[in-house]
């Protein structure tokens, strides 16, 4: 039998780590320019393959990393520099550029899958909560209980992204450019950080 406890720790824990509130905005700045209908489907196609990488690594983590002979300390490397390449375009508006160039041929960048499924949604740090949460309660009970809470939060994340439409309205287009700017600064320290815990975690830099 899960205790009550563990669930409340498991949705704190995948709450904390996936942060649906503070990816609200920078899924906005991600999606800005395009219509209704394109937004929802990035938001749909990033939560399913958000859901379905974190079921897979809570099914089979350890073992797929270990495999490759990856650690998570160079998983958690690798998706901050990816991060970061994401965050130099919006503080430049390349993205928005290339969005620009491509109008005519009804073209766009589609950040659902990068980066807002890996590594936003299932980030490296989602990706060791699920193999952790898991791994307090082997078999099927745990493995249940555990991917309906990270449901539940990318299903929350997904509400947000959803309501996001009303603030990029109430901000106009100067305010988006300056949110694209600030939140592009979030993400290159956020990705900065994702740096500097795999290094953390490898053992090479503890004081990091």
């Known amino acids: 039998m899960i205790e009550l406890s563990f669930v409340i720790t498991a949705f704190a824990t995948l709450f904390v780590v996936i942060d649906p509130i503070g990816l609200a905005p920078i899924y906005m700045s991600l999606t800005a320019g395009l219509d209704a209908q394109a937004k929802r489907q990035i938001a749909i196609r990033a939560c399913l393959v ?17 495999f490759v002979g990856i650690s998570m300390g160079a998983f958690r490397i690798a998706g901050g520099i990816l991060l970061f390449v994401t965050a130099f375009d919006m503080l430049f508006e390349r993205r928005s550029a290339r969005r620009e160039n491509r109008a005519d041929e009804e073209e766009f960048d589609d950040p659902s899958v990068f980066p807002l499924a890996i590594p936003l949604l299932a980030g ?3 990706i060791a909560s699920m193999i952790l949460l898991t791994g307090e309660h082997p078999g099927v009970q745990g493995f249940a209980v555990v991917t309906g809470v990270m449901i539940s939060v990318v299903a929350l994340a997904f509400a947000l992204f959803m309501l ?33 815990d795999g290094l953390r975690s490898s053992g090479l830099f503890g004081s990091l």
Do not use: D, N, Y
């Open 50 to 66: 958000a859901i379905a990488v974190l079921v897979v690594f809570a099914l089979f983590g350890e073992a797929v990393l270990g």
């Open 164 to 196: 996001s439409g009303r603030i990029e309205r109430m901000l106009g287009k100067s305010g988006i450019h300056v949110m694209t700017r600030i939140f592009g600064m979030l993400l290159a320290a956020l990705s900065v950080q994702f740096v500097l």
């Open 124 to 126: 490296p740090g989602a």
